[in-house]
């Protein structure tokens, strides 16, 4: 019965990829809006879920006592009590007034321009990254709907996007990659390449080994030498992650990518800074964001300048993606 049931719903789904292949603009025309929609519900969580976790970290439960929790923000938060209560909240709001937001003012992209980026009910001002996240994620969605082919593995890839468009820009705020999101990922390529979507599972799971081992070698390393850690495991987590979807092949390829990438941006940005002091000819504001550990102990990489590597990850991963589904 399960077999029947499967069979049926594949040749559904090959019906669909046939109509996609002779009518090209609807693909893309409905990859546009699924990317508006997704995009709309990864800005919600890419908002809420970091501040979910913060408050939560705050304290964790070891043997019915309530205790300060240890570690810091550039973790991957393993200590997070409960997964799903972070996902299980209300419909969109309002953060200031707290009022519900009606269906026709959540229309992705066009109910913030209409609306001039506030609130319908209190025009408090609202994040413009809602409107970014909805943008970034639409783009990728259109020029994964502009790839020629179309099967099994464009839709994974989509998923797989979701994910990772959610895990950049948590990172590029919050210095957070949350593990309900990076394991979740891990998965995800495993379950994927088990079917050989896009390696098979042999390599997705060395990928996946290979992935942690390697940014834990490379922080192991520069703690030795600097005396702290120089990243966190949800870096290593997520670039395990990355193994488990697209193998070993690749995997130092997209380390070295977005290490120059990090790189180049830091001396850009430092480049930046040092001709704004010049300029204006007083004490620089640092641009960085620095780690606060709650115990305010001074604690692995506490006090120095972090940089989001989750972000250079990401980027280095479509490409290379977008590269793969090209040739």
């Known amino acids: 019965m399960l077999l029947t049931l499967l069979s049926d719903l594949d040749d559904y789904v090959q019906s669909l990829f046939m109509l996609f292949e002779h009518y090209p603009l609807f693909k893309l025309g409905l990859f546009v809006i699924l990317g508006a929609l997704l995009g709309s519900h990864a800005g919600m969580l890419s908002v809420r879920l970091p501040l979910q976790i913060k408050q939560e970290s705050q304290f964790v439960c070891h043997n019915g006592e309530k205790t300060q929790c240890q570690y810091s923000n550039n973790d991957s938060l393993t200590h997070a009590s409960n997964d799903k209560a972070l996902l299980s909240k209300k419909r969109s709001h309002c953060l200031n007034c707290m009022s519900l937001i009606p269906f026709y003012h959540n229309v992705p992209i066009l109910s913030y321009i ?3 980026g506030k609130c319908a009910n209190c ?8 409107l970014w996240i909805e943008m970034h994620m639409l783009v990728l969605f259109f020029c994964i709907g502009l790839l020629p082919q179309i099967g099994y593995e464009t839709i994974a890839f989509l998923a797989i996007t979701y994910f990772t468009v959610i895990l950049l820009w948590i990172d590029k705020k919050h210095f957070l990659l949350p593990d309900v999101l990076t394991l979740s990922l891990l998965w995800m390529g495993l379950f994927f390449n088990l079917f050989e979507l896009f390696v098979p599972l042999q390599d997705a799971v060395i990928g996946a080994m290979v992935g942690y081992a390697s940014l834990w070698g490379v922080n192991k390393l520069f703690c030795i030498v600097r005396g702290y850690d120089g990243m966190g495991q949800g870096d290593m987590k997520y670039f395990a992650a990355i193994g488990a979807c697209i193998g070993t ?3 130092l390829l997209i ?3 977005s290490a120059a990438l990090a790189i180049i941006h830091t001396l850009l940005d430092a480049l930046f800074m040092h001709k704004k002091k010049l300029g204006t000819n007083s004490e620089l504001e640092s641009s960085k964001q620095y780690q606060l550990n709650i115990n305010g102990s001074d604690n692995s990489i506490n006090n120095k300048q972090m940089i ?3 972000v250079y990850l990401s980027i280095s991963f479509w490409g290379i993606c977008f590269y793969q589904f090209l040739i």
């Open 249 to 251: 092949h690749y995997l």
């Open 308 to 310: 989001a590597f989750g």
């Open 123 to 130: 025009h408090a001002p609202i994040s413009k990254q809602y």
């Open 114 to 116: 209409v609306l001039k």
């Open 255 to 257: 380390l070295t990518l």
